[in-house]
């Protein structure tokens, strides 16, 4: 058996990068839908709570099962963000490696690829807000809409 050409052999390392950005993309959109769906349902438990049904003569109660539920669910989004973002992280290393091989095989004297790269990124480093991870983001809205729950509890207690 012979080995394969260069390109071929090139050809073969980019679609094995491309195959692990494609699953950690499949893991940023899954947690991008699985927030959304905790942010809608706590929305509506929110809004069920300003509303009229919630005045009623056991608002304290009810008030107090909302406030819990809103922040089991976030919770529970919390931890299914970190991790789809630990899978995504998982990914995007294995991918680099890839991309490293990928990199050295269409290197020459004057262009080095990796190099490039990296004084992209330093450059970039510079910006504001690079130092602020997207997952702290993610991470935040259900820690913020998780602490609403729970003060709607502690105020629920108090009644």
């Given at each position: 058996?012979?080995?394969?050409?260069?390109?071929?052999?090139?050809?073969?390392?980019?679609?094995?990068?491309?195959?692990?950005?494609?699953?950690?993309?499949?893991?940023?959109?899954?947690?991008?839908?699985?927030?959304?769906?905790?942010?809608?349902?706590?929305?509506?438990?929110?809004?069920?709570?300003?509303?009229?049904?919630?005045?009623?003569?056991?608002?304290?109660?009810?008030?107090?099962?909302?406030?819990?539920f809103i922040v089991a669910l976030n919770?529970?989004?919390?931890?299914?963000?970190?991790?789809?973002?630990?899978?995504?992280?998982?990914?995007?290393?294995v991918a680099g490696q890839y991309r490293?091989?990928?990199?050295?095989?269409?290197?020459?004297?004057?262009?080095?690829?990796?190099?490039?790269?990296?004084?992209?990124?330093?450059?970039?480093?510079?910006?504001?807000?690079?130092?602020?991870?997207?997952?702290?983001?993610?991470?935040?809205?259900?820690?913020?809409?998780?602490?609403?729950?729970?003060?709607?509890?502690?105020?629920?207690?108090?009644?």
């Amino acid at each position: 058996m012979q080995a394969p050409q260069s390109a071929d052999r090139l050809e073969g390392w980019l679609r094995l990068y491309e195959g692990q950005i494609e699953h950690a993309r499949h893991h940023e959109n899954m947690r991008s839908q699985a927030t959304n769906v905790v942010v809608a349902i706590s929305a509506a438990m929110l809004a069920f709570l300003a509303s009229d049904l919630g005045k009623s003569g056991a608002a304290s109660y009810l008030s107090v099962a909302t406030g819990l539920f809103i922040v089991a669910l976030n919770l529970y989004g919390w931890l299914m963000s970190m991790k789809h973002y630990e899978r995504s992280r998982l990914h995007i290393g294995v991918a680099g490696q890839y991309r490293a091989v990928a990199s050295m095989m269409i290197s020459d004297e004057t262009h080095n690829v990796e190099e490039l790269r990296r004084l992209a990124h330093n450059e970039h480093s510079k910006m504001f807000l690079t130092r602020v991870r997207a997952s702290w983001l993610w991470s935040g809205m259900h820690i913020l809409i998780g602490t609403i729950g729970a003060f709607i509890v502690c105020n629920g207690v108090s009644s």
